[in-house]
Structures are given as C-alpha cells and as structure tokens.
C-alpha cells in the first residue's frame, strides 16, 4: 500500500480485521437498536373479574400516558361491528364465559396498537389461557417488549360484589350476573392463574393487594412506572 507521498507502507492485516470487526459489530448494534426501538412496550394487567384492572389502568394512562387497551372491549367492540364476520362467535363465547380463539384476540390487539400514535400499551384482561399465551408467543413475541406482569390479587367474595354491584348500576355488560360470574370465575382460576404462576417463575410478576381503594391501590402501581 501506498502512502500520499509514494512511500510504501506495510499493512498490519492484523489492524484491519480488527477494524473491519468493529465496523461489523457497530452495524448489527445499529440493526438491533432499530429494531428494538420498533418493538411495542407492553405491560399485561390481569386479575380476576371485579379485580379493579379497569380502574387502574385508567390512572395509569392519565400519569403515564399509556394507552389502555383491554381485550373484552376490543372483543365487545367487534362484536358489536354491524356485519362482523366475528360478532355472533365473540357474543357466544362472552355469554358463555369461555375464551374467544386466540387468533381474533391478538389480530384486534395488533391492529389496535398498529392504529395508535404511542408505544407504550397496557393489555388488560390478556393473556388468559395457555392458549392465549401460546398464540400471543407465536403472533406477537417478536412484535413486543414485555416489561412486566401487573398482576391484581382479589378474593373471590370481594370480586363477585363488586361486579354484581357494577351491574345493579347499568354496566350494560350481559356478563355482570352470577350465572356468568361464576363461569368466569372458573375460568379464571384454572386458565389463567397458572399463566401468572408462568410468569412469577420469570420474576416478571407485580403483583397488587386489589381489596385497598382505588388511590391506595393506585400509590402502589405508580412506583412501578416512575
């Protein structure tokens, strides 16, 4: 190799492979930030019907500025969609207290964060099953950043009145009496416990006293976004 004045220089080989790997290495750094930086920032929020998911998430939105996307309303939503391909199959499974196919939860899902503005999301109510999570692994687990599990742990007793009550005041939900609730119930606590029990052996699990108040319960959740 030849230097800018004609003098012949000797190249250290070894100098170039080195500089060619650091060159390499800032690339795929690059690629691998950008793709990260492309992922959705979720946070699951679960817990039993009554459990306060709702309540929460709506603080944490309003200081935090998450979007709150709760998979029984995106269900609800579609179903109420006049000429819904999936509208009488979501309405059954509702009434029924039984899971809606994976497949339709996490497309409403994906499709709900793809239309927002942010990155940031809280999913309520999802995953439910190993179902669930199976489908959400394979459609989705390349999609997102998992950060954590916020988890609301509520007594059966306290959960049952206050969706009973929740009723009594016009929720309008055809799933707030007892014949759904104790579906839910049952789905609940042999669908969906295992998959919290899933994510605590991953330490991914937060989880909440959900019989406080609202704000004593919100004091609580808002450290773990600070």
Known sequence: MRTPTGR???VNLDEVKVARFMQIARQVRGILSAAMASKFNVVFVLGGPGA???????KIVEKFGYVHLSAGDLLREERAKPGSEYGELIENHIKNGTIVPVEITCSLLERAMKESSKNEFLIDGFPRNQNNLEGWNKQMGE???LKFVLFFNCPLEVCTQRCLDRGAA????SDDNMESLKKR?????????????HYEAQNLVRTMDATKGPDEIFAEVENLFS
């Not at 119930?185 to 295992?194: L, S, W």
């Open 8 to 10: 012949i220089k000797l």
């Open 170 to 173: 016009g929720s309008g939900r």
């Open 52 to 58: 306060g998911k709702g309540t929460q998430c709506a």
């Open 185 to 197: 119930f049952d789905t609940y606590m042999n669908a969906t416990m295992p998959i919290i029990k």
């Open 143 to 145: 999609k997102v950043d």
